[in-house]
């Protein structure tokens, strides 16, 4: 695991009370700030994350906000309705069925910004499809373009279906790996369909709010933008939990870890 910069904060601070100045170092935020996409990595349900998302779209003040927990149809519906509250903007967006962490974690960052939302999350069925059919189909003539009809290299495909072996408890069926990898990829490449979308829409800045897994330089979205628009200043934040991250960023925000149900217990459970 290597880092540009790694700054681990003890950020002990709840949604109620901080500013962007008390959460994130003056460096970080300088770098942000001046940069045309600023991608804002998160643990999906560690709530101090989300007020660090929030605290940062304050400072960058984006023209658009790049969600991989909304779908296109989502971020339309969006755009055509004034939302007064989040049980309306559950509705919109139909966040109960998406299956992600509660809307009230995620509620500060949609308030913290008025940017038009650009959504870029895969619908599971288009996911389901993706698995049966193969990912590139899912972006069809766009797939070549971004690099899905190319398979990775060797030692770069093993370790990423050990990581996902890994993030499923060792119980899922190896021939399933190569699949699950391919829909990683694919949702990457969405993201930044959706991000250079944004940008020749708005001209930027564009925010972007995802997983970690989807904004390591190393792996993720990075690397399909640094192909595809190189010209592009783009910045990368981590977010960690007790100084444990895996990947590459442009810095690193480290948050306490907070209790979780055991994920291993579903699959043990099947069987």
């Given at each position: ?178 699949q699950l990898v391919a829909i990683q990829r694919l949702r990457d490449a969405v993201l930044t369909r959706s ?77």
């Amino acid at each position: 695991m290597r880092h540009l910069a790694i700054l681990l904060c003890a950020l002990v601070v709840m949604a109620s009370t901080g500013h962007a100045e008390d959460l994130i170092p003056d460096d970080v935020l300088a770098s942000m700030t001046s940069a045309d996409v600023v991608i804002l990595g998160e643990i999906h349900d560690n709530p101090q994350h989300h007020v660090i998302q929030a605290e940062a779209l304050k400072a960058i003040n984006p023209s658009a906000v790049v969600w991989e927990m909304v779908t296109e149809e989502g971020a339309q519906r969006l755009a055509d309705k004034a939302v007064s509250n989040p049980e309306e903007l559950a509705r919109i967006l139909k966040w109960i069925e998406s299956g992600w962490p509660p809307l009230s974690m995620y509620y500060p960052v949609f308030q913290a910004s008025d940017a038009p939302v650009y959504g870029a999350m895969v619908p599971r069925t288009a996911a389901r499809a993706a698995m049966e059919r193969g990912a590139a189909t899912a972006l069809g003539a766009d797939a070549a373009r971004y690099g899905l009809t190319v398979p990775l290299p060797r030692d770069e495909q093993a370790e990423r279906e050990a990581d996902q072996l890994a993030a499923h408890c060792d119980a899922i069926p190896e021939s399933a790996l190569p699949q699950l990898v391919a829909i990683q990829r694919l949702r990457d490449a969405v993201l930044t369909r959706s991000i250079l979308r944004a940008t020749d829409e708005t001209g930027g800045p564009v925010a972007v709010i995802t997983g970690n897994g989807h904004a390591r330089k190393d792996r993720g979205i990075p690397t399909f933008m640094s192909r595809l628009r190189p010209g592009l200043n783009v910045f990368v934040l981590g977010q960690s939990e007790d100084g444990a991250i895996t990947g590459e960023f442009d810095a690193v925000l480290d948050s306490p870890g907070i209790e979780r149900e055991d994920p291993c217990q579903a699959f043990q459970t099947q069987n």
